[in-house]
């Protein structure tokens, strides 16, 4: 493993690794940002890692259709920072000298801003370098999420495969190989409303197939006008869990899977971790979406919780 001081060889003076100086963004932050399209044109997941020298990073996710969020979610270094900054020493070394990683020698275009085909990501690599004050950033479009990022069909030149290695690399380094998505295998969906404190209470979540169902609904919960929803093509989801007890407890959808037989929704309660200390108070929180038409039967999967951490 290369160290966070460790010096540059190169000896070219238009170089940002010439003799004497760092690597380029040994001091500074990386930061990572896909746009990955779903199966319907109008859905995507977007996916951030930031990644300082410090060692600490974090990644979000979302889930947007019609251009609206659905949900969102992340995830942060739960390891030892010591050891995460040497690693992201390494790939900063990897990204400054190594062939098929190089993103410095002059080959790679950071002035390329492509236009990617619908079934392309579209990535953005910038790597911001605290002692120079400067900022570099590569833009390219590929296949697959971050979870399945391949250069293999990168675009829209030769070099793009050195920025999806790269970022794939900067996966494997920071959430793992292993990564998968928290929206992994579902449709778009947007949410239309959610809060805490429901005036009509479901004791569990529901579809509502017409649009009669879902304006009785949205009246009820809502003063101002029902957003427009073809029920023709697109549903309506209602996860809900009852009354809680706990101030900050909320519900949401996190997934919308086609399966062989029909639709599987996953629906995950937010509560307080466990060294909070929530007010006591009544509440029915809710999260209403629209996601595009699914197909019958849908099952809801057991509730699963997660604990939020207090602040």
Do not use: K
């Amino acid at each position: 493993m290369v160290g966070a001081a460790a010096l540059a060889t190169g000896c070219d003076d238009t170089s940002p690794t010439t003799p004497g100086t760092s690597r380029f963004g040994q001091v500074g932050v990386v930061e990572m940002s896909l746009s990955a399209p779903l199966p319907l044109e109008s859905g995507r997941v977007e996916q951030q890692i930031t990644w300082t020298s410090a060692g600490d990073w974090t990644l979000r996710e979302e889930i947007l259709y019609r251009d609206m969020s659905g949900d969102a979610s992340s995830r942060e270094l739960q390891g030892d920072r010591d050891v995460s900054a040497g690693v992201y020493a390494q790939w900063i070394s990897q990204i400054n000298e190594s062939p098929g990683l190089d993103l410095f020698d002059g080959v790679v275009d950071s002035a390329l801003d492509p236009d990617c085909p619908p079934s392309r990501s579209r990535v953005t690599l910038r790597v911001t370098d605290d002692a120079r004050g400067e900022t570099m950033t590569w833009i390219r479009c590929a296949p697959g999420s971050l979870a399945n990022l391949t250069p293999t069909g990168s675009g829209p030149d030769a070099a793009a495969a050195r920025v999806i290695n790269a970022t794939v690399l900067l996966r494997d380094y920071t959430v793992g190989q292993t990564f998968e998505s928290a929206y992994r295998g579902s449709l778009p969906f947007a949410t239309l409303l959610r809060g805490e404190d429901a005036p009509i209470v479901f004791a569990e979540p529901t579809v509502f197939d017409t649009a009669e169902e879902f304006l009785d609904y949205w009246n009820a919960v809502s003063i101002e006008p029902a957003p427009a929803v073809d029920f023709e093509n697109e549903t309506v989801i209602l996860a809900a869990v009852g009354i809680r007890t706990e101030a900050g407890d909320s519900v949401e959808v996190r997934r919308v899977v086609p399966v062989e037989a029909g639709t599987i929704v996953e629906v995950v309660e937010r509560v307080p971790g466990n060294f909070c200390s929530p007010a006591s108070r009544l509440q029915a929180p809710f999260h209403l979406v629209v996601a595009p038409r699914i197909s019958e039967p849908v099952r809801f999967t057991e509730l699963r919780v997660e604990r939020v951490p207090c602040g």
